[in-house]
């Protein structure tokens, strides 16, 4: 069922097309001297969180979509980060995208059907309430063909924590494929405070950079200890975390 989930979700997200862009959410309609109407956005949809609806209009790079505010002022409200880098021209590659509720938690996901080397690649993000951020899921998405070049960061997934303590103040979440989020943990409570991609600088040697996604020219290294421990700072100040056996 979890192969076929996705092939299914994929046929919907074509069939979906024709209604994603009507004519009263076309941003071409959008008339004036704005942001809106210098040919970036690529689609618009409505984003469903705590019972309130917000339109947002989409645009798509070769390693994330950005979801801007229906409004002459150009805001960022949200974002996703894909589980790899598109090769081809994000805009044409572009099939559609809906922010359908698919985990039934009455907040909206997110959904971009992609055409790469021929083939359809579905992407699926769940909006996780906790941390305010979509995280990518894998069991759900259609990209394993595509990802040859991203698989390096394997083995890197779970959860680890500062000197290994359960209730440490500092708390680093790494996916599958390859996303992270640094927590800071008080009691109960997780909060994010920086998220983005893995990317592989020494794969022999366990070295790897971690890319922020929230700020400019940040990037923390990571040095691997063993199976379950790693190294994560900047030049001349890491902290040690453990993961869990």
Sequence with gaps: MKKLFPLLAALALCLSLAACGGE????????GGD??????VRDSGTITRNGEDTDVLVCVHADSADFYLD?????????????ITLQSDPWEAFQGIDFA????DGSSDAAILFELEGQQALMVWFWDAETETFVFQPEESLVEDFADGNTAHQGLDGTWYLEGEDTAESVIGIG???DWILYEQSGDTLTAVDS????????AQGHYAADSERFDDVSYLIATAGENGLYWGVTGDYDYYERPD
């Design 71 to 83: 409004d002459e002022v150009q805001t960022l409200y949200d974002y996703v980060s894909y589980p």
């Design 101 to 104: 509720d698919r985990n039934g």
């Design 24 to 31: 009263d959410d076309d941003p071409g309609d959008v008339v």
């Design 176 to 178: 599958v494929a390859g």
């Design 35 to 40: 942001w809106r109407v210098t040919g970036i």
């Design 196 to 203: 983005g991609m893995l990317r592989v600088l020494d794969e």
